[in-house]
């Protein structure tokens, strides 16, 4: 299997770039990591997170799921969060989904995906919250790049109701949540303007925890 062999000859050939102008770059990556973000990405592997970002190791504190969700009963992705914001101090966490999302496609099929399907109902859920919306997108692309969207925006609130979260935020200022969105048609980032402080506001509402005072 050659393509097995070949990763090692390019990791040779990425550490031999990476310290090419900074010899120490290893040594020093490996005493902390200080990254200004947390990124709740899709797993889908055509979209490597550092390197659309344009950010080397070390920047990046990276969660990545089935249709970039975030759930309140998935452990991985609450720790992943806690640890991010509690820990290590990120300044913004990005939600970034992608169009050509084969979760969120998947969830717009009725059709029984087996052990997906208790998943893929996270992103039917949103599509039932904006199903109006959605239902009157005529054009089936179109729909299904707007429920990317939607599923994205849901996903920043689901993070802004976390505890660590808010605690953070209003006791320094930090982190901001963002919502993005990734073309695989042209490579670039989309900024969805999530308006965090206001939904934080109207999340405090019914989401207010008493350890965030």
């Known amino acids: 299997m050659p393509i097995y062999k070949d990763v090692f000859e ?20 490996a005493k ?9 990405g899709c797993s889908d592997s055509r979209v490597p997170t550092s390197t659309v970002m344009g950010l080397r190791p070390g920047k990046v ?7 970039n969700l975030v759930v309140n009963t998935d452990a991985n992705g609450q720790s992943a969060i806690e640890y991010a ?5 990120v300044k913004h966490v990005v939600v970034c989904g992608h169009y050509g999302c084969g979760g969120v496609k998947a969830a717009m099929i009725p059709a029984d995906f087996g052990g997906l399907n208790g998943w893929l109902r996270e992103v039917r859920d949103v599509y039932r919250h904006h199903r109006v919306e959605l239902n009157a997108i ?3 692309d179109a729909r299904y790049r707007r429920l990317v969207e939607l599923n994205v925006y849901e996903q920043c609130v689901n993070v802004t109701k976390t505890a660590c979260v808010q605690k ?9 949540v963002h919502s993005w969105v990734y073309s695989l048609e042209d490579g670039l ?17 019914i989401y207010r925890l008493d350890a965030a005072d």
């Open 168 to 176: 953070s935020y209003l006791q320094h200022g930090y982190p901001i």
């Open 138 to 140: 005529e054009d089936e």
């Open 85 to 89: 914001v509690t820990h290590l101090s």
């Open 61 to 67: 504190f990276v969660h990545r799921n089935i249709a």
């Open 32 to 40: 902390a990591q200080n990254p200004d973000f947390l990124f709740i």
């Open 189 to 205: 980032l989309r900024d969805l303007h999530f308006p965090f402080e206001d939904a934080l506001a109207r999340i405090r509402e």
């Open 10 to 29: 390019s990791n040779r050939q990425w550490v031999k770039n990476m310290t090419a102008d900074q010899p120490d770059f290893f040594s020093e990556l």
